[in-house]
């Protein structure tokens, strides 16, 4: 049973980030986003770099102020943790929607992992948040378009990938424990025949580690790629059409462990050009 959550930095106050809150809806009417704005308190006049974390729930119950204190010695960027208008750190039949990505046709459909929540969203949860949050972001501070992050985890790392092929907004992306094994490899498919643009100029973090093939699920009788074979294959891909990608396995994590070393690792990067 998943626990709900307590106060998190934004109610607790941070010398080093101001929060901001604000609701939005689902372009279907059928989900709420919450949406945390962390604006860093050192003024600046240049435009600032900005990251987009998924699963914004869980990321506001781990952001610690040791954490944005680090940050805040640097080029701190503004954070946008996107989540959804609960006190649980996941809800899941509403990321199976928003995170993963369809067939190509915009229909809805039963998640194959989990046949009681739909699945095949990320076009329309992609539009909402390069569109709507984007621009109330842009309202609310000077954003450098050349230093977009986005960050996911699991079927949030699906959503990352998918946008990397499929969205030229994001400059930075961070995939941790992509469900690469999801709907019989239908995001290593659509890796092998997509075609980039802007390749060149995207970087890209693919993250794992290395207990976590025990809860992969089986790909077919015939295929047994784990989570880190199946993230190098993503990676070689990728480089054959000129991401900047990097892959780093994590000793002795599982999946749910890489959740907050992932996150770290976006924030210790700072988004450089």
Known sequence: MIEPLGPNIADEKSAYYDFKIETFRSADQLRT????LAVPKEKKS??????????????????KEPM????????????VAVGYDTQLPFLSEARSVDYTPGKGDGIIEPDPRSPSRM??????FRDFVTGPLAAWVDNE??????????RGHSYGGLFVLDSMMNSDYFTHYFAASPSLAWADQRM???????????????????MEGDSEQGSQ????????????????????LLNQQKVQNKLIIYPQLTHGEV???????????????
């Open 33 to 36: 986003y919450k949406v945390w």
């Open 46 to 63: 240049q435009a600032r770099a900005v990251l987009y974390m998924l699963d914004g729930n869980a990321v506001m119950d781990r952001l």
């Open 68 to 79: 944005l204190k680090k940050m805040a010695v640097y080029d701190a960027p503004v954070l």
């Open 119 to 124: 699945s095949g969203g990320s076009q329309a």
């Open 141 to 150: 501070v000077k954003i450098d378009s050349q230093r977009i992050g986005l």
């Open 188 to 206: 290593l498919n659509q890796i092998m025949q997509a075609k980039i643009s802007n390749a060149e100029h995207k970087k890209l973090w693919l």
């Open 217 to 236: 699920v089986p790909l077919s009788a015939n295929i047994s790629l784990n989570g880190i074979d199946q993230l190098r294959k993503a990676a070689l």
């Open 259 to 273: 959740f907050i070393p992932a996150m770290q690792e976006a924030f210790d990067q700072k988004l450089r050009n």
